[in-house]
């Protein structure tokens, strides 16, 4: 009986060495993960747990007028940019020798750096010396308006900042989704004589909206992280009127008021953690 019993029982595993240095080639990401993210959120949570921090938070006008300032942001600049995004696909597709040349230039805005982009912008857009108002000043004689100046210009500007800088990837993306088409049920369409919005509708659109509402999603959980067209362009001014939730954190570290940040930060996820939420559901389909 107890010979059957051990022969019954699985033999240990020993580790192979390819096992070995797998697993040994882990450590210093886990590390790296654990001290850079896993660290900062748990002390970020500990430094905001005090619940006077959400009262204050909550207390100051310019938190809520950044909470709008997000919902603008991502209204506008998410759809609009995504609709620009499915249009301009119909036409990169088109098979003709110079829209290569095209979509080269088309993708340069998101290929280069951010920081310097934004801040080339922000010079262009200077009341007293930026190219814009120079070239207004040079054909009609009148001085041009101080754009950052005003919180409305200022937060379309930055909406349109994040649209030209992030507009090529999303653009290219669905170029692919186009491009897996089948060619033979667009040309049995034509045949049928179906016109180009029939085709659109009801071979295009049905092919490709699965991945157009993830990447909507997606594009939205980025564009809440949007730091840099809001922050490197505006300031979050004039007087803290275009700040975000992205940007709202780092206006009160510059207060010294390290609670408020980190509560910011934690008011954010409720609008981050749905979203995430439906976009693996969505995936796992």
Known sequence: MTAQTLSLTPPHKRLTPWDFWGRVMVVPYLLVFVVFVVYPVFYGLWLARHPQSYVDLFNDPIFFRSC??????????????????????????????????????????????????????????????????????????????????DPTLALMFAIL??????????????????????????EAASVDGATNWQKFKFITWPSMRSLYLTSTILSMIWTLGDFNSVYLLTGGGPADLTHVLATLGIRYLRLDQVDLAMASIVVALPFVLPLVYFMMKRLSK
């Open 68 to 149: 709008i300032n997000t919902l603008v942001f991502l209204v506008i600049g998410i759809n609009l940019k995504m609709v620009v995004a499915l249009v301009l696909s119909g036409f990169f597709v088109t098979q003709r020798w110079w829209i290569k040349i095209v979509a080269a230039l088309f993708i340069l805005p998101w290929a280069v750096p951010s920081i310097p982009t934004i801040l080339s912008v922000r010079f262009m857009l200077n009341p007293e010396w930026g190219i814009i108002n120079s070239a207004i000043f040079r054909w009609t004689g009148i001085d041009g308006p101080n754009w950052l100046n």
């Open 161 to 186: 900042m994040h649209i030209w800088k992030s507009l090529p990837f999303w653009t290219l993306i669905l170029v692919s989704a186009r491009l897996a088409i089948p060619s033979e049920q667009y």
